[in-house]
């Protein structure tokens, strides 16, 4: 899987940098590319489309982003398609945990709109662009283009100028919720970033990153946590969830491996046997022979 953020620092034909201690600006300048991209990221961010349009899987839905929409994406993986023959033109703010907990710890009264209210836990929350946001992110491209780089202060205070107006806007309640999550006892837990990326073909020491440990602390917590190796679960829970397709779609097996977080069809194959004693395709002719039967 591609880092994205990790992408956005090395390949700077395609992506212009702006940097500000912690905080990164990104402009992608609409080059065509690969059509379906397998992304990852240990930062949350902010995104603009300012031209085309990008598609976002999960495993569990999907979301087309056009020309003029701003999302919040959180940390973690997912997949990336552009649409066949639209340039795409964006502009991306990567906020690291640590400054986005200290900004909202200082600015506590912002996030009450949001607090006591439930929504899907969604890789992708939707934001509000109204004519205050649309003149901010048009207010942000020049520096890119410029040949003297602002200073990082005058950065800064533009990336909190973003965090104030979206997290301020009442009508971004789904972000707010979330949000306030990250200031609480929970926000590092485990079993939050876990279950939501089990199915992406991640490294352990990526999937340490996300959860802001080291690679021995996140195999001890994760022990603590599920009382078993993180690879371990991980194999299980990744051959569990190949169980469904299998019996209840006709997609190949190699795409299942992959939907599933294997690297491919063969080390699918092979571990699915070695847990059930059979292939994955021997089991999905079992169960269509077993349905026909009743």
Known sequence: MINYYQEGLTNTKNFKQLFSKE??????????????????????????IIKGKEVYHTANRSWLLSAGTAVF???????????????????AFFI????????????????????????????VISLEVNERML??????????NSSVKPPEDL?????????????????????????NTLISPLAN???????????????LEEYARLCNRSLS???????????????????????AHSLNPLCNTDRTILD??????????THFSHAFKKQFGISPLKYRQEKSALRRSY
């Open 155 to 179: 950065l800064e205070l533009k990336f909190r100028e973003l965090l104030y107006n979206i997290i301020g806007n009442p009508a971004n309640r789904e972000l707010n919720s979330f949000l």
């Open 256 to 265: 299942i491996a992959f939907e599933s977080g294997f690297e491919n069809s």
């Open 73 to 91: 994406v959180k940390k973690g993986a997912w997949i990336t398609e552009k649409v066949c023959g639209e340039f795409l033109c964006l502009v």
């Open 135 to 144: 003149a901010y992110y048009e207010s942000v491209i020049p520096y890119f």
């Open 96 to 123: 690291p945990d640590s400054y986005l907990r200290s900004f909202l710890l200082e600015n506590r009264s912002l996030l009450t709109k949001g607090k006591n209210i439930s929504f899907e836990n969604n890789i």
């Open 23 to 48: 905080l990164l600006f990104m402009y992608y300048d609409c080059p065509f590319g690969n059509n379906r991209q397998d992304n990852w990221s240990q930062y949350n961010y902010i995104l603009y």
């Open 217 to 239: 602390s996140f195999k001890r917590d994760f022990y603590n946590e599920y009382g078993e190796p993180p690879a371990r679960w991980l194999l299980n829970k990744r051959l």
């Open 189 to 203: 837990k485990i079993q939050t970033v876990i279950e939501a990326n089990y199915c992406y073909n991640l490294a």
